[in-house]
């Protein structure tokens, strides 16, 4: 008797080394298979922007960090005395509207850096 069941993966059309880069965005899930590929000494770059679920959070975040794009974060809002964008995590904010500012485009300077060396 089978107690599960099989499924045959195919193999992928390319394979990971230690020399490509790979840009991890999403969930908490993206952060712990960053985490691990670091441990094994992958060359990674997880959710610099904090954890994300929505996928058009997600997508802006990608096409901004790939066109070093300000403009798709939106306006900032200030709530709880600290400033937030609608579109990036928490981690972000900052109790002073340049400073959560110069916090995103710094992250974006990276990520954009990052991504454009990337290959996966």
């Known amino acids: 008797m089978k107690f599960r069941t099989e ?18 965005l999403g969930s908490c899930f993206a952060n712990h298979m960053g985490k691990r590929l670091k441990t094994n000494k992958f060359n990674v770059l997880s959710n610099p ?9 997600i997508a802006n975040v990608l096409e901004a960090s790939l066109e070093n794009d300000r403009s798709a974060f939106g306006e900032l809002m200030h709530q709880n005395e600290r400033w ?16 959560t500012e110069e916090r995103i485009l710094s992250t974006l300077k990276q990520a954009h850096d990052f991504s454009n060396n990337s290959t996966s």
């Open 84 to 99: 937030h964008s609608f579109h990036l995590h928490s981690d972000l904010s900052q109790g002073e509207k340049i400073e």
């Open 7 to 24: 499924i045959s993966i195919p193999e992928a059309p390319f394979l990971l080394s230690h020399d490509d880069g790979i840009f991890s």
């Open 49 to 57: 922007f904090g954890i994300l679920y929505n996928p058009i959070s």
